[in-house]
Structure formats: structure tokens, C-alpha cells
């Protein structure tokens, strides 16, 4: 097998920065692609998280004006990662969220901050760095104009572009364009420009060798009016090129049998622990003791999770016998909705406003159905999770939850293959039924739950696919076919 060595660009990094899943995709594949002979350094903006934990660091770079300001390339490492740091003050050494301002707004600049770190990944991609990658792989509308600077002539490694959530663009106004230090040719459809706007995530799904997204089914959605979110012409133009590949999740977190944040382990062959987590979440929660079914929310609260929809069908959860924990934090309006349904129904709804990554492990080990109602989806995480941890993931037929989870229709139940519940859009009450229905036939259920338990989740088959699809790019490119 020949050796890769990808540059992989990203403005967020399990464990040194997370906002989001993004950081859980580019935490892992390092140490999953090692064993496909991919070799990653990772780029990351210097914030002072990332500074803080930079160990054995030289300086590879030194850049007198990056964007108002002096910047230095520092590669080391930190927390196992090997790492190239884009150390530029007047750019990332800012508290908080890398994206926003204490209160709650964008950085002003944000242009330039990113325009920054995707300005240094095409220098190292270019061998500027004191290493040849064979591949710059960016993630996401902060690395995105990378792509752009790659593209603007001259020798350039393989590129690929991985978008996560096509809802974050990376747009601002059009006559800032200048101020980039592209060549004028690049603003147009075919390059940066987006409806006269400066796209940063067009930029790089125009001008990227191959383009990926985290479902297959994604990568088909966004193709159209419907989900494109006005890219969708771009996207399907395209399309050769565009892949889906699913996410993995750390098995070595997310493991019930070894995992000191629940109350009891267990495993698919030693299930008794799972009623102790049980008894734990409605404890937890303040819900009635016993053995209703619990259906439990562990999400962002905000219009694309679908979670509006469940408050609207709460009653059938209750009126079916259930009872519903939700743990997450985000619009106002939903945060006030379901905690309101939990004063109105105490001991059959409860609700933590927060994010709390232990309760979140107790949770996926104690309840019965984890609900997913997304409106879109390109991947989700909480259902692999859910899966692994033997809580019954009910979810809309979108994305990666459609990819990810057997739908319990009567033929897959008599082939004994379902691992969970979906739904066609609209159809969340049906299903509420449908899934209580299910949980009172129990063998039916437990099959369900060994079914998922079974699943791999892990990253071993991602990262084989992008480990393939680098390989793709790199003998394209050699062969002259790119
Ligand atoms: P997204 O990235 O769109 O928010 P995903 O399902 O891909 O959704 O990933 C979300 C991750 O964050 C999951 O691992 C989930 O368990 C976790 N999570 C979301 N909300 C919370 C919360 N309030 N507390 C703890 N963990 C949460």
C-alpha cells in the first residue's frame, strides 16, 4: 500500500477545540486512517486552547502580513495529534467560541480569519511548510477557500472537500473579494463567487478535486431544490464527483461495558446493568420508578432537529403510556416549550436545559428509544451512539439517519435485521405509535436492541473509504486525469 501523507484543514479538533460533530470527525480520522497507511497533519488556527496544549513545537513559517497582522507556522503536537499551527494573534487569540463573540455574534472578521488559516493550508499543501503532503483534505466554509488559493496555477497536491452541514456557508459580501489576494479571475460561478457574494464553502465545492459529505443519502439530498440550499445546481453539475461516507464514532468512548460515565455496564450478552441506567435516568430526570417505555432527546435545540414537531405530538408519547427526557440546549423558544411540558406532566416528562456529555452517556444506557426527528440530517452522531448502547434510535427517514438505521417494517422484524424506527416526514405521532407498539413486543425489542449493539459504528470503514478515495485522487492526478 502506498503511503498518504494528507494535509487535513479544519477549524475545530476533538479534544482541543469542539463546537460541534465536525470536531469529533477530525479528532478521529488521524488514528483511524493510520491503519489504512494514511500519515495526518492537521492544521489548526492558533486559539489559545490549541496554543495551551502545542507540545515540542518549531517554528516551519514565518509570514510577515497575514491579514493585518504577523503570523508563524508552528508544527508539534498535542494530545497525540500531529499538528500545524497557525500561530497569528491578532487573528484567533480570542476567548470563547472560535467563532463568536462572548455575545453570542460572529467575529467581525471573520473573513480574514479564515481566509488566513485557508491561505497557510495552500502554502504547506504546496510544500511550504517543511513537508510534502500528497493531499490537502479540507472540512468545512473555514477551510474552504483553501481550494481557491490551490487553484489559482501552478503545482498543487490532490484536493478534497468535505462538507457537514450545508446550512454553514461561509458567506460575506461580494467586495471583499479583493481583499483576499486572489486573482480577480476567481470570482465568478465557476470559483468563489456566490450570487454576488464571496462563498467561502462554494469556493471550495466548485474548485476541490472530489467533494464528500457524511451520508450517502446527503450527498443525494443536497443535489436537490429542496435540501441544496441553493447549491444544489452546483452540486449536481458536480456530481461525478461528489461521495457520501458515513461517520464513525469512538467505540473506545462510546463503549457501555467499560464506561465509568453510566451507572451500571453492560454489553449485548450481559443486558441486566441496562435497567439500572433505567432507574437511574427517571431518578435522574424526576420521573415515576417502573417500567414504562423511556424515550429520551439528546440534542441541539434548533428547527433542523425537527424538535418543534415533538413537542407538538408529546401527548402521544404520553398517552401511549411512555415517558420523555430531553437533554439539550438552544433556541429559546424550545428550550421554554419543553420545559414547560415537563412542569405540566411531572414524573412523565423531564428536561435538563444544558449540554452535559455525561448525562448523555447515562442517558443512551438508560432509555429505551432515542428520538431523532431531524428535519435534515447529514450524518447524526446520537443514533450511532444510541445504537451502540442499545437505546432504539426513532428517526426520520433523512440523510444519515436513513443510512444508519433498519427501519423495523414487518418484513425486516421477520428477517430479525431491524435496528430501529423511521419515518417519512410528517409521520412523527404515527411512529410514536408505531415504536410503543414494538416496545410491547419485546422479544421483538430486544432484537432490536442486539441488532444495533451489533452495528459497526466505529470508524474502520470510513476511514477505509477515504483512505481509497485519497488513493483515487493521487493516481488521477498522476495518470494526468484530473
Ligand atoms: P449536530 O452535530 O448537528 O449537533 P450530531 O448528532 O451529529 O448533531 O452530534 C451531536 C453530538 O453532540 C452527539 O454526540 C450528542 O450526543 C452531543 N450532544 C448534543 N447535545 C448535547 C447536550 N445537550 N449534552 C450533551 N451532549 C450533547
Redesign the pocket.
Known amino acids: 500500500m502506498r503511503p498518504v501523507h494528507v494535509l487535513q484543514v479544519a477549524s475545530e479538533m476533538f479534544p482541543l477545540v469542539k463546537t460541534?460533530?465536525l470536531a469529533d470527525v477530525t479528532g478521529a480520522l488521524p488514528a483511524a486512517l493510520a491503519d489504512e497507511g494514511v500519515t495526518v497533519t492537521t492544521m489548526q488556527p492558533g486559539y489559545p486552547a490549541v496554543l495551551a496544549a502545542l507540545q515540542a513545537a518549531d517554528a516551519v513559517h514565518e509570514e510577515a502580513d497575514l491579514f493585518g497582522g504577523p503570523a508563524r507556522l508552528l508544527r508539534g503536537e498535542a494530545a497525540g495529534l500531529d499538528l500545524l499551527v497557525v500561530e497569528a494573534p491578532h487573528l484567533y487569540d480570542r476567548p470563547g467560541n472560535p467563532y463568536t463573540r462572548p455575545d453570542g455574534s460572529d467575529w467581525p472578521d471573520n473573513a480574514a480569519r479564515f481566509a488566513g488559516l485557508a491561505r497557510m493550508a495552500a502554502l504547506a499543501g504546496r510544500a511550504g511548510a517543511g513537508f510534502a503532503p500528497d493531499l490537502v483534505h479540507a472540512h468545512d466554509w473555514q477551510a474552504g477557500l483553501a481550494m481557491a488559493y490551490l487553484a489559482d496555477g501552478g503545482a498543487r497536491p490532490g484536493t478534497v472537500m468535505t462538507v457537514h452541514n450545508l446550512a454553514f456557508q461561509g458567506l460575506f459580501p461580494g467586495d471583499g473579494f479583493a481583499s483576499l489576494g486572489l486573482p480577480p479571475g476567481l470570482f465568478g460561478v465557476d470559483g468563489v463567487e456566490f450570487f454576488g457574494m464571496t462563498g467561502f464553502l462554494k469556493a471550495g465545492l466548485a474548485l476541490a478535486d472530489r467533494v464528500t459529505t457524511v451520508s450517502p443519502t446527503y450527498a443525494a439530498e443536497i443535489q436537490t431544490p429542496e435540501h441544496g440550499m441553493r447549491l444544489d445546481g452546483l452540486l449536481r453539475a458536480r456530481g461525478g464527483r461528489l461521495s457520501g461516507i458515513v461517520n464513525g464514532i469512538d467505540e473506545a468512548v462510546w463503549n457501555p461495558a467499560a464506561d465509568r460515565l453510566i451507572a451500571a455496564p453492560f454489553s449485548a450478552t450481559a443486558m441486566e446493568g441496562r435497567s439500572k441506567n433505567k432507574a437511574e435516568v427517571q431518578a435522574r430526570f424526576g420521573l415515576e420508578a417502573g417500567t414504562r417505555p423511556v424515550f429520551g432527546v439528546?440534542?441541539?435545540l434548533s428547527w433542523q432537529k425537527g424538535l418543534d414537531l415533538l413537542l407538538g405530538c408529546v401527548d402521544e408519547i404520553l398517552v401511549q403510556g411512555g415517558q420523555l427526557v430531553v437533554?439539550?440546549?438552544g433556541e429559546r423558544g424550545l428550550e421554554d416549550g419543553f420545559a414547560a411540558a415537563a412542569a405540566a406532566n411531572p414524573g412523565r416528562i423531564g428536561c435538563v436545559i444544558?449540554?452535559?456529555?455525561a448525562l448523555?452517556h447515562q442517558m443512551q444506557a438508560g432509555i429505551d428509544a432515542l428520538l431523532v426527528p431531524s428535519r435534515f440530517e447529514p450524518?447524526?452522531?446520537?443514533q450511532l451512539?444510541a445504537l451502540r448502547y442499545g437505546a432504539v434510535p426513532v428517526v426520520s427517514r433523512v440523510g444519515g439517519l436513513a443510512d444508519t438505521v433498519i427501519d423495523a417494517n414487518e418484513a425486516a422484524v421477520a428477517a430479525g435485521v431491524a435496528n430501529g424506527i423511521q419515518f417519512a416526514e410528517g409521520a412523527l405521532r404515527p411512529a410514536l405509535r408505531r415504536a410503543s407498539a414494538l416496545w410491547g413486543r419485546q422479544q421483538v425489542w430486544r432484537r432490536m436492541q442486539s441488532n444495533g449493539m451489533a452495528a459497526d459504528v466505529s470508524w474502520k470503514r470510513p476511514a477505509a473509504q477515504y483512505a481509497a478515495l485519497y488513493r483515487e485522487i493521487i493516481e488521477t492526478r498522476v495518470a494526468g486525469r484530473a
Do not use: M, P
Not at 450524518?379 to 446520537?382: A, F, I, N, V
Open positions: 460541534g460533530g439528546i440534542s441541539r437533554l439539550g440546549t444544558g449540554y452535559d456529555e448523555a450524518c447524526g452522531l446520537t451512539c
